[in-house]
């Protein structure tokens, strides 16, 4: 009977992981809309519990279970770096997956489930247990979580390339995804008005634990556990909807690199790859309006409470942030990606330096209604200059693909989207770190406790602690404010300076994606692509490289605007207009 149960739980479980809808099966022909779809509802599940990472983790851990907030930032750094380290690897195997579903797809399958556990895990009431429990129950959920979340990330992000054979609708569908990915985060700011909406219940499970400036109960832990539990479970759902509905086309034949010696080269030599992956690194600072953001709305003007406050400067931020994602696209009609990405990243930093030189001599007037007023705008512009950047990265990574297909006759499009999402993950790592341990050097987690402790103690005596946090912590509430201000700033700047040698113009593009197609139907029809059709190119390249790097920006300008929504133009289209720029230049 006992053997019996056993096995009936084990298929349940098997049937969890591996259940999808029966069209999983059936041939679907050419790519369609519904296909795209599809993959965006999936993307947008993914993003939503992806974001819960970044929307409360670190706030959880400082202020509920209440870990030094340095040591918390060491600890996420170094797990994010775990993380940022398994996208290489997690390339290689997707690459080297053989299976009836494709190399992206199988991962689709079987992770959402997985990855939505895992991150439930990371939210347990654990705030009574000892120190040392506490920091090796995260270091350990967390270290697993990585390379879980991995499993799935990589893929999804890998299957536009796969499953769209036009470069113009391709694009169309990965800058569709940044917009949808970023709606997940949406997230970030309903997650605390769920949380607290859900902590305010007296169920009867945890203890009153209070909250200041409010009377009656609350509960950090059951607020952060049942709104972490509905979001993954949403999340999860609509995550399986890709499987089914997408198919993977695009391959090539021949075999694909799969060492780490043979990836460091790959990737040393996609020049274009190497100027977006660095531009990201120094832009890493940008993030910190989200990790010290969370701080700064509960502390500094929630007193405690972040609840609303997070909408209220969040959504400015976020209307303008995908407002420009949205229109990316036909503002490449009007500019080169290159001069978009310049001239949005330094226009990024100004809106930051207003808020900060407008109020840092007072910082009182935070709550004031005028300042109020120009914090919002200054966000909304933030976000939409923002936006773009971050749309044109993947653009630009699926562009770095083609050149290397060209150069090397390899579609390494895990490897290089592995890329993507390294960046984005040691990106995030660097700025907690940098933020968290600012805030231990103003003794962020001593005061923290004490207010704590203070609150509870008033909820046991039936009272309401009273706290007005910018006038009795002014040191922890300026660093803060430098945190989402000057910061950020700093990492506007400093993201466009390996722009500037950005070599890919339109009439390469063009040149290349041509060779590419011609190339693939030769593998289609003899099984193999010439040696030294390869070889020829990767000297060409080289010749092209070199004379990039000494093109200067004024040279740069003149050529042809780059349409990132655009498909691929003929052959004879790319010779004419390189031609002409040829012509432009002599004269």
Partial sequence: MTKLIREENMNFVKKALTWSFPVAEKQMGDYSRREGIAFLVGMLGQNMIYNIIGAALSVFYTDVVMIDIAVVGIILTACRVWDALNDPVMGVIMENTRSRWGKCRPYLKYMPLPVAVITLLLFMPISDWPMGAKITYLVM?????????????????????????????????????????????????????????????????FANEGLANHSGYFSQEQGYLFTTLIIVVIGMILFKVTFPFVRERVDLPNAQTSNVKDILKTVKSNSPFVRVFISGILGCTKTLLLTAGMYFCKWVMGDGNEGLWLIYLGAPFMVGYIL?????????????????????????????????????????????????????IMLALYGFFSGFTIALQPVMIADSVDYIEWKAGKRNDGIFFSGLTFNSKLSAGIAILISNLLLGFVSYTPVIDSLSKQIEAAADSGQTFTLNFAAEYPEITMMMFILITIVPAIGCILQAIPMHRYELTDAKL???????????????????????????????????????????????????????????????????????????DEN
Wanted: proline letters at 5%; aromatic letters at 8%.
């Fill in 141 to 205: 959920i967390y270290f697993l979580w990585s390379p879980i979340y991995t499993l799935c990330d990589i893929p999804l992000w890998s299957l536009p390339s796969r499953m769209v054979p036009d470069e113009g609708k391709r694009t169309k569908l990965i800058s569709a995804a940044r917009v949808v990915g970023n709606l997940g985060a949406v997230v970030t700011a309903l997650y605390a008005p769920m949380k607290n909406f859900i902590g305010g219940l007296d169920l009867g499970i």
């Fill in 324 to 376: 420009s994602m949205v229109i990316t696209p036909a503002m490449g009609t009007k500019f080169t990606k290159k001069r978009l990405y310049l001239w949005t990243s330094y226009l990024s930093a100004v809106p930051m330096l207003v808020m900060f030189f407008a109020a840092f001599q007072n910082l009182t007037l935070l709550h004031e209604p005028g300042y109020l007023a120009l914090m919002i």
């Fill in 510 to 584: 063009a040149e290349i994606r041509a060779i590419n197609e011609e190339r693939r139907a030769a593998c289609t029809e003899n099984g193999e692509i010439l040696e030294e059709v390869i070889t020829e190119n990767n000297e060409t390249s080289e010749s092209t490289d070199a004379d990039a790097s000494e093109t200067s920006d004024a040279e740069q300008s003149e050529e042809h605007v780059v349409n990132v929504d655009k498909s691929t133009v003929t052959p004879e289209q790319a010779e004419s207009e390189q031609t002409d720029d040829n012509s432009s």
